[in-house]
């Protein structure tokens, strides 16, 4: 990314964030009349950690970053920032809201199709990965985005109401553990999210 130096003058990063602080740069540059122009013979690789609770923790952050961003930019967000924390609510509201099952299974149908198109290119196991990472990044970054827009405390209560994070997310995978299909899903859930905790509480 390069910024011409009198634009950078007229709108400064944003210091107190710590994600998405050039997405914001570039939205409000974009609104002050600036032009924004995008080359797509450049290429951007991001690094993505090796561990899934530091793959989740980074999702989790970047989602925060996109609620801090939002908070301070309504106009920034779009249609597709709302997967992920749709993602989240359906997750913690399948046990008592029937259509959130409607939800999940689309989603994970979703997910499935593509598992299966990685797994044709690059191997069975890519195919899982790609499967179970793109769930898991979702997820992750739902929590973090509704953390960062209502603050971690309200949103806990939302999901769980006094109950302790630990205790709200083995709740929730043991309700949706009388579900066939979900019992799989809910006991991978539980693990996962027990990994994480000590990041996000």
Known sequence: MAIRRNAVLRE????????????????RL??????LFYDPAVRVAHRRRLRWADFA????????????????????????FSGPPLLALATAT?????PSLIFLAL?????????????????????IRSALLTAVGHYAFGLGL??????????????????SWRSGFAARAHSLSRYA????????????ALKCLKYWS
């Open 12 to 27: 400064k990063f944003p210091e107190q964030l710590c994600y998405g602080e050039e997405t914001l740069l570039l939205a």
């Open 181 to 192: 299909l979900a019992d799989a899903a809910g006991r991978g859930y539980y693990r996962i």
């Open 57 to 80: 923790r980074q999702a989790y952050l970047s989602g925060q970053g996109r609620g801090r961003q939002t908070r301070r930019l309504p106009s920034s967000f779009h249609a597709e």
């Open 107 to 127: 989603y994970a149908a979703a997910c499935a199709g593509q598992g299966v198109v990685s797994g044709l290119r690059l191997g069975p196991g890519s195919g």
């Open 94 to 98: 399948a046990h008592v809201f029937r």
């Open 146 to 163: 509704l953390s960062s827009l209502c603050g971690p405390d309200a949103l806990r209560s939302l999901l769980f109401g006094e109950t």
């Open 30 to 35: 974009r609104r002050s009349g600036a032009r």
